[in-house]
């Protein structure tokens, strides 16, 4: 069977300090993979998405990137993070394209900047 | 892309029936309707899609107007383990990833 894993469950990280979010899935192949992110009291936001290793489509310009190295890993990261980046990161993967794809979420990582 | 629109939270007493309704008046032939919820502190998970046709599985029922520009989530009997954030998305054949709005907080009273 299919497991996502993601780490670390909370993070609390200073203004300025770098960020890297790591998700992995296993029990599958090519994967799509995906990040959102959800702020205090707002609905899930779109933030990167993968088809293949190397590639990464970006939905939100913002403050973070993300990378693929490997076929079932994707790392969210950001050089210097800010107040607004708080909010809850979820990673997910999905094997089907199109109307019927379904998504499986990761349990997620807290992120609190201070 | 098409959006949905629900009510931004519903009460329910435990043992109870619960519809969840969704309007996307905006939807295209080839946009399947998708339902996910999501626990606190946890990450969404998948509760049924639906095209046309009524469906029905193991967690809910999804019951589609005819013209397909609303639809309704049915949970049959409550339980406290389904207060959650239920969401009602459309996945068209534009793109990859769904996109997910505010969805309904559910509440449900013992």
């Known amino acids: 069977s299919q497991t996502i894993h993601q780490w670390p469950a909370t993070l609390v990280q200073p203004v300025g300090s770098p960020l890297s979010l790591e998700c992995t899935v296993e029990g599958t192949s090519n994967p799509n993979l995906y990040w959102y992110r959800q702020a205090a009291g707002r609905g899930l936001q779109l933030l990167f998405y993968s088809v293949g290793i190397g590639q990464i489509s970006s939905e939100v310009p913002q403050n973070l990137s993300a990378s693929r190295p490997q076929d079932r890993q994707f790392i969210l990261s950001s050089k210097k993070l800010l107040l607004s980046d708080s909010g809850f990161y979820l990673c997910?993967?999905?094997?089907?394209?199109?109307?019927?794809?379904?998504?499986?979420f990761g349990s997620g990582t807290q992120l609190s900047v201070l | 892309d098409a959006k949905t629109t629900q009510p931004n939270s519903m009460e329910s007493n435990e043992e109870e029936p619960v519809h969840l309704p969704c309007n996307h008046s905006?939807?295209?032939?080839?946009?399947?309707i998708h339902w996910y919820r999501q626990l606190p502190s946890q990450g969404p998970e998948y509760v049924i899609h639906g095209l046309t046709s009524n469906v029905n599985n193991r967690m809910a029922s999804l019951a589609i107007a005819e013209d397909r520009k609303s639809s309704t989530l049915i949970l049959h009997r409550a339980t406290l383990r389904d207060a959650a954030v239920y969401y009602c998305?459309?996945?068209?054949?534009?793109?990859?990833?769904?996109?997910f709005g505010k969805g309904t907080s559910l509440l449900v009273t013992p």
């Open positions: 997910a993967w999905s094997v089907t394209t199109g109307s019927n794809e379904k998504l499986f």
């Open positions: 905006t939807i295209s032939g080839t946009d399947y």
């Open positions: 998305i459309l996945n068209s054949n534009s793109g990859y990833a769904l996109n």
